[in-house]
């Protein structure tokens, strides 16, 4: 007797299971909404300031006096400006802060990368100790140094000068200075002074045509950090300028507070606008070179 084939088992692949999927798919979809709506709230919170200081500056006298603050301008007049530039030494001010900004930069890139180049590219004895001296010089508060520096100053000669600002802004930033430049290279391969040796090039020879050229958006990012803070310095220009003629943007802009604390809010408003465009425009133009800058300067260090 002959029986039927038992017939062929089939036997189902195991489908994926999407519930995993669809649980996450809310989860990421929830976070997105909130980083989305963290990075909205962070950039009206930067950008509202700005605008409505721009708008400001573009108002009458009556308009920002009479009305809302806060409004949008009825009447737009480019009249604050040229009453910011009679009003005050706006255009002394700027050369001044310009001429400061500038020293103090070149004293920060010159000497903080040499330190750096020193310190972890060089190497010598005790030179961890000597970056770590460096870096205690972060926590240090720029009051300290006020008195010592204008008696030291009285006695030499240095009072009302630019150097009196430049000197004190390129030391106190010197240590960010320093370790930036020394993580940046620690991150270029040691192989490359090496083959740099090999091919008979002395120290000097390495950092103009390896060292320099690989740390170019390092420096852009220590001069944009630095410019900032040294473009909007206050306390050592108020300690240590004692005339009209030196006097810095931020010394410059008292000078728009009239008789018994009258304020031309308006001409205020416009020279603040002429001050911070150039920097701000600056800063938008090369801030992916700053950013690239601190990435190198972080991946190492």
Known sequence: ?????????????????????????????LHRTLSRAIIVVIVVAQV?????????????????????PFALPSALTLDNFSRAFATGNLG?????????????????VVLGMMAAYAIQVLGF????????VFLMGIIVPVQIALVPLFIDYSKVGLLDTYQSMIV???????????????????????????????DGAGP?????????PLSLNTVVTVVLVNSIFIWNDFIFANTFVLTEGLKTIPLGLQNYIGAMGKTDWTATFAAVCVTVTPLLLVFLVLNKAMIQGLEAGASKG
């Open 204 to 212: 000097y020879r390495i950092f103009g045509l390896i060292t320099l």
């Open 48 to 68: 509202y300031p700005l605008a409505w200081l721009f708008l400001t500056s573009l108002r009458t006298e009556q308009d920002f006096a009479a009305g809302n």
């Open 168 to 198: 004190p802004l390129a030391g106190f930033a010197l240590p960010m200075s320093v370790y930036l430049f020394s993580s940046f290279f620690e991150y270029i391969p040691r192989e490359t002074y090496e083959a740099a040796s090999l």
């Open 92 to 108: 002394l001010n700027i050369l001044n802060s310009f001429i400061v900004t500038m020293g103090a930069n070149v004293l920060i």
């Open 125 to 132: 004895r005790l030179s961890k100790l000597v970056r770590g």
């Open 1 to 29: 007797m002959t029986h039927p084939a038992p017939a062929a088992v089939r036997t189902a692949a195991p489908q994926p299971s999407h519930a995993p999927a669809r649980r996450r798919r809310p989860r990421l979809t």
